[in-house]
């Protein structure tokens, strides 16, 4: 089902997802009079990385039912989650290292997806070296912010002189590049594949930083976590087997995305390429997900460094039966 939500109705919506979270889950009786839940997962709407959420009713324990509502940022998502107005989400990492590092209840459950980030730019931009006075887009705040300015001192460019940061909303990312707002632009899916097929090219990779690929996240609060361990349990093992279903089987994943956003499906496909479903806590992955928050207080998008130990719980992701 798709449950994509107009803005008109967003309020209206996380307004009812509060009432039913302030005593955990929705719940109500089912058919043969036991008791349901109603698990709510918030996620970004258009992008093909954090679609995990529309598979996840597939793979749904009996007694279980997901509802999915879309935001257009992840700092969004986080507050909803954070306030208990949904139970769960699929959203930027550098969103849940800074609600931790300002004490707010959320943990990293899973990781979600790898990658889904590109660096391009006109045909006349043939490397970083050609750089100098172009203007660049980026979205604030976000992954791609870090891994942009660590590309350019990486290839000895001076992010504050050398060149002119644009900042934009994802979905602006792409129609400011065709329009000439922006020579080149480091962003995620799908505004990458939309520019490559209008003719840009990679400029640079974006993840050859400390932090690598590290991207999206899979999370919830702590208080649901003491509350309910079982359904946390129960929603982790249909979240690792929608993992699963993107990465075995690609078609179906963008063929759900184009129905469910009305994408292009030739853009859509191109996108899945540079994205890796994922939701291992591994020890390499930590590691990178610790460089992301490290460079998220050199580059003031936090004032300090997040408590890992506190904000990653592997637990659930490590007891599942269907975690490889």
Known sequence: MNHHLPKAGLTAALGLALTAALTGCGTSNGADGGSS???????????????????????????VSYEVTTFDNSPDIKNALSSGAIDFAVLGAPSMLAGSAAGEDVRIIGSAANGGSG?????EISGPEALAGARIGYPAGSSQEILLKLTLEAHGIDPDEDVELVNLAYPDMAPAYESGQVDAFLSAETGVSIALEAGAHEIASPYETPIGGVNIVFGTRAELIEDNPELVQSVTDSFIQAIGLMNEDPD???????????LDAAVTARSVQNITPRYALDEAYLTELGAQAEQMVVFDQISGEPDL????????????????
């Open 37 to 63: 839940d109603t698990v709510t997962i918030g996620t970004l709407r258009s992008q093909p990385h954090l679609y995990q959420p529309y598979f996840m009713e597939r793979f749904a324990e009996e007694g």
């Open 119 to 123: 660096f391009v730019g006109t045909p």
């Open 252 to 262: 179906t994943w963008v063929d759900g995305v184009v129905e469910t956003f009305g």
């Open 309 to 324: 130990d506190t904000l990653i719980d592997p637990t659930f992701v490590e007891a599942s039966e269907f975690a490889e």
